[in-house]
């Protein structure tokens, strides 16, 4: 049975194991703004659109609140193999001025990808990811809206003998369904631990 948010009635993805040994479950946004709380940030500054739209197309918006800074994420598609884009910014840059930067790093990953399902481009994305349906939890690679599998995506690479393959990781945008502990010390480092 899913938990729901202890603020609200949604279900909750993120479970926070306080210092007192509670637990607080936690809808995205409500996660979000506890976060925000714990490190003396006003929620409100992180608050972002819910699409951006480059080249045409819409991309979904969404964000994660963490001790380092605010990962916005920008994606489109079916869920399991959508095209997935993302970036860490600091505390210091707000929601919308967050956008601009979002909408530049899709737009210089997507600029130069064909509608060819079959061939690499200049530059493009390949998604990392697992399919738990099966035994063994097999990964697949998710390119240009598709699932890859492992020989596929072998046998895409083997036509390009003679080049080089660069590749950036960065984390692809959380599954809905994922569930995520935090510990709360770990929010704040050397903060007192008496302090709730």
């Not at 001025?97 to 060819?116: H, I, N, P, Q």
Request: charged share 30%.
């Amino acid at each position: 049975m899913p938990h729901h948010c202890y603020l609200c009635e949604k279900e909750a993805h993120h479970h926070v194991k306080l210092k007192n040994g509670d637990v607080l479950d936690c809808c995205d946004e409500h996660y979000n703004r506890w976060i925000c709380e714990r490190l003396g940030l006003e929620y409100t500054r992180y608050v972002h659109p819910k699409t951006i739209s480059v080249f045409g197309e819409r991309f979904r918006v969404t964000m994660q609140v963490g001790p380092d800074g605010v990962m916005y994420y920008a994606s489109r598609g079916r869920k399991g193999v959508e095209e997935s884009y993302a970036l860490q910014l600091p505390f210091s840059m707000s929601g919308k001025e967050a956008m601009k930067y979002l909408r530049g790093k899709v737009s210089l990953t997507t600029m130069f990808v064909s509608d060819d399902k079959d061939e690499l481009d200049d530059a493009g994305t390949i998604g990392i990811e697992y399919d738990d349906t099966t035994e063994g939890e097999d990964p697949y690679f998710i390119f240009k809206g598709r699932k890859l599998s492992p020989d596929h995506l072998i046998e895409l690479l083997s036509f390009y003998p003679g080049y080089n393959l660069s590749y950036q990781l960065e984390p692809r945008v959380p599954d809905p369904d994922a569930h995520w502990i935090t510990y709360e010390g770990h929010v704040v480092p050397g903060e007192d631990d008496d302090d709730n």
